[in-house]
């Protein structure tokens, strides 16, 4: 017949690696939590949009010198703003530039079109 200490034995044992789990859990939900808040003064907004200067390089090959480049802000459904700003490749290694606009939008799509090598 089993020993009925050594049931109680396991089952402590249950408990306290159950009882890690559940402290591992809230540690990981709290420290979620934390850093999830934030100070969203710096997030652009139509009321109070950001400058972005946009540098890059774009490649399929890289595009050549003279490739145009549209940058389109997103709203924050990723649905285009209307806004289109467009700039071209100054180089044959791929890099762009756009001088500093104001975003209402932290999001943006990129698209070109030209020739590549």
Same mark, same amino acid.
Do not use: W
């Given at each position: 017949?089993?020993?009925?200490?050594?049931?109680?034995?396991?089952?402590?044992?249950?408990?306290?690696?159950?009882?890690?789990?559940?402290?591992?859990?809230?540690?990981? @939900?709290?420290?979620?939590?934390?850093?999830?808040?934030?100070? #969203?003064? $710096?997030? =652009?907004?139509? *009321?109070?949009?950001?400058? !972005?200067?946009?540098?890059?390089?774009?490649?399929?090959?890289?595009?050549?010198?003279?490739?145009?480049?549209?940058?389109?802000?997103?709203?924050?459904?990723?649905?285009?703003?209307?806004? @289109?700003?467009?700039?071209?490749?100054?180089?044959?290694?791929? #890099?762009? $530039?756009? =001088?500093?606009? *104001?975003?209402?939008?932290? !999001?943006?799509?990129?698209?070109?079109?030209?020739?590549?090598?």
């Amino acid at each position: 017949m089993p020993d009925p200490s050594e049931d109680n034995t396991i089952s402590i044992i249950q408990n306290q690696r159950n009882m890690k789990h559940l402290i591992l859990l809230f540690v990981l @939900i709290a420290g979620t939590l934390c850093t999830a808040c934030s100070d #969203d003064t $710096d997030q =652009p907004t139509p *009321d109070n949009p950001v400058k !972005y200067a946009v540098t890059g390089k774009v490649e399929k090959g890289p595009f050549i010198q003279g490739s145009t480049i549209h940058i389109q802000p997103l709203d924050r459904n990723f649905a285009p703003t209307g806004q @289109i700003y467009t700039a071209t490749i100054k180089n044959d290694e791929g #890099d762009f $530039d756009f =001088p500093a606009q *104001d975003f209402t939008s932290p !999001y943006a799509k990129l698209s070109t079109d030209g020739y590549f090598f």
